[in-house]
């Protein structure tokens, strides 16, 4: 089976100071890979670079596009790739004011997306619209209000009917969970869980929360200082951690 995203030696320094190095992986159909460490281990720099937020000093990022196959992202011009971004590439933010326009109705924010890939029906994009609210549990009633009415969770919801309205293949997940109550996280997390499965998802996710990978993780990235210094199946890992580092923060969590 080809690979959906094949991660080639991706390399990002900030002078002397090393974001990300030599990080290679497969990303195949349906899958879900998860990328932990603690701040400053390089994990976020490595999502940026793959989702061509930041440049990469090397390395490459293949795609497999479906009507050209296999192809380097970092390669793309750049109005190929802001097209990949709107079709089939998602990008979650771990603050929904990033993802969303904050000026701009419910329906609207998810309405747009339609529109950058040429949907014109104002009645049909509505209609997807109300739909795409319902299937992230937030009410039709609430089609016309703007996010800075919504809760952190509703906005965090929003941002994903806005970003999976379109249908993408991968989805980038920077912290998708963080600064919610953990009330909050769970409902979230659970609704995640099920869109993933649902729509036959792969996605890469960023986060600190080892529950959080636990619960969405097919397989699991540990970096540190800017290196993986293990991977391998989630629960696997989780459970039988064998380096050092990983260990050390397996059993934070388990102390906490």
């Not at 419910?106 to 040429?118: D, F, P, S, T, Y």
């Not at 795409?132 to 009415?149: A, F, H, K, M, Y």
Request: proline content about 3%.
């Amino acid at each position: 089976m080809t690979p959906l995203l094949a991660v080639r030696n991706i390399s990002k320094s900030y002078g002397s100071i090393i974001g990300c190095a030599d990080v290679s992986f497969d990303l195949y159909p349906g899958e879900v890979m998860g990328v932990v460490g603690e701040s400053g281990s390089g994990k976020s720099t490595l999502l940026s670079c793959l989702a061509g937020h930041l440049e990469a000093d090397a390395g490459e990022v293949i795609f497999d596009t479906r009507v050209d196959g296999p192809k380097d992202t970092l390669k793309m011009s750049e109005p190929e790739r802001r097209m990949l971004g709107r079709t089939d590439w998602a990008f979650v933010h771990q603050s929904a004011r990033d993802g969303l326009r904050m000026g701009v109705s419910a329906g609207g924010n998810v309405g747009e997306r339609l529109m950058a890939v040429g949907a014109r029906h104002y009645g049909d994009i509505r209609a997807k619209a109300i739909d795409w609210l319902g299937r992230v549990e937030i009410s039709e009633t609430r089609v016309d209000d703007r996010p800075t009415t919504f809760s952190g969770g509703m906005q965090q919801r929003l941002q994903i009917a806005r970003n999976l309205v379109t249908g993408p293949r991968l989805v980038f997940m920077d912290e998708p969970t963080g600064g919610l109550d953990v009330s909050v996280q769970a409902r979230l997390l659970d609704l995640l869980r099920g869109l993933v499965r649902d729509m036959n998802l792969s996605a890469i996710i960023v986060t600190h929360d080892l529950a959080v990978v636990r619960l969405l993780a097919d397989r699991l990235m540990v970096m540190k200082d800017g290196h993986v210094v293990e991977t391998g199946l989630t629960d696997q890992v989780l459970d039988d951690p064998q380096h050092a580092y990983t260990q050390l923060l397996v059993s934070s969590v388990l102390q906490v």
